[in-house]
């Protein structure tokens, strides 16, 4: 089976712009986590989905960022407005959504590495 | 306070030697999760092992150990006969109580040297 896949791999994009950057989480997988890693730093939480809603979106940096999940499958982050501190990798994970398994393992995708120029 | 500490920037092994990864935690609840994962230069984060704070054995996989000291707070990795595909980034990470997400910690880049 499939893993978690991202697209684009990379995306170049000018300061004031709007990108959008998707995620096919594992089939079955009903919970979704975006995270995002700077260079150097480990990734940090961003937003969780359970299902079609977004059961926490405590990590999201202020209101430029925003994402969905119309579907409970495919997410996508959307970010307005680009400034260059928003250049990063953007992880996605997916995992089984047991309610309240501590040790449910999240699968993270190959990611996609954005530059705001 | 940090929630994940690995204090290894970086750390060599020679092939074939075991190596440990440190990493401490930091939390109040009596329960929660430790994973490690390996990020190579490919950027994709591969889980490795898991441990739970009422796990009794440490746990193991493959060459994988996890040195769980539950009074020390601190679950290091062993990596055992160490390969040169062992090469990468290690990150440390913590789920607490009824949370979903991971606390990462700021990992440690390990280079098998030949």
């Known amino acids: 089976g499939a893993g978690v896949s991202q697209t684009p791999s990379n995306k170049v994009t000018e300061k004031g712009k709007y990108v959008e950057l998707r995620c096919d989480p594992i089939s079955g997988h009903t919970a979704l986590y975006w995270y995002r890693q700077s260079l150097g730093q480990g990734p940090e939480f961003l937003i969780y989905f359970q299902g079609t809603g977004a059961a926490d979106d405590s990590g999201l940096p202020n209101d430029r960022f925003f994402a969905v999940r119309p579907e409970g499958s495919v997410s996508t982050l959307k970010i307005q407005r680009t400034e260059r501190g928003d250049s990063a990798v953007y992880l996605c994970?997916?995992?089984?959504?047991?309610?309240?398994?501590?040790?449910?393992?999240?699968?993270f995708g190959p990611g996609t590495r954005l530059l705001v120029l | 306070a940090q929630k994940i500490t690995q204090t290894q920037p970086g750390m060599f092994v020679q092939e074939k030697e075991a190596v440990t990864l440190d990493c401490t935690y930091d939390t109040s609840d009596q329960s929660y999760g430790l994973f490690w994962y390996k990020q190579p230069s490919s950027g994709e984060m591969i889980f490795l092992i898991y441990?739970?704070?009422?796990?009794?054995q440490n746990a193991t996989e493959g060459r994988y150990s996890l040195n769980f000291q539950k009074a020390r707070k601190s679950a290091n990795l062993v990596i055992s006969a160490s390969q040169l595909g062992d090469s990468a980034m290690y990150f440390c990470?913590?789920?607490?109580?009824?949370?979903?997400?991971?606390?990462f910690g700021t990992g440690t880049s390990l280079t098998v040297i030949p």
């Open positions: 994970a997916s995992s089984l959504g047991t309610s309240g398994r501590i040790g449910e393992t999240q699968y």
């Open positions: 990470a913590m789920r607490e109580g009824p949370g979903n997400q991971f606390y």
């Open positions: 441990q739970g704070s009422y796990d009794e």
